[in-house]
């Protein structure tokens, strides 16, 4: 069954730049949305940026504009984000997530959206 597979953090220098990755391991399905979510220590699972996957439209945050950017790779079938100016508060365990169900369309920054995650990866921004 379909599994997704995030990379791509670590420890980084707040001021610095990272890109995550996120790929599909293992049969895939047709997915409507795939986004990114992130949980820090204590606090609730929180939407950071999505991309609808036919056309590339993405959606995001009023609060994380222009910092943070999801993209997609056709090809190599793999969405990405990516994060300027990182912060201390930008840590956290950051979770690919995607969407065979159609009401991701309309609520893409709803968790319950989504139906297939991947196991998160660990982000750390020193200050």
């Known amino acids: 069954q379909v599994q997704l597979v995030e990379s791509g953090g670590g420890l980084v220098q707040a001021g610095g730049s990272l890109r995550l990755s996120c790929a599909p391991s293992?049969?895939?399905?047709?997915?409507?949305?795939m986004g990114w979510f992130r949980q820090a220590p204590g606090k609730e699972r929180e939407f950071v940026g999505a991309i609808r996957w036919t056309d590339g439209t993405t959606y995001d945050t009023d609060s994380e504009k222009g910092r943070v950017t999801v993209s997609r790779d056709s090809a190599k079938n793999t969405v990405y984000l990516q994060i300027n100016s990182l912060k201390p508060e930008d840590t956290a365990v950051y979770y690919c997530a995607a969407s065979t169900d159609y009401k991701s369309l309309a609520f893409p920054r709803g968790r319950s959206s989504y139906n297939y995650w991947g196991q998160g990866t660990q982000v750390t921004v020193s200050p």
């Open positions: 293992g049969r895939t399905f047709s997915y409507y949305v």
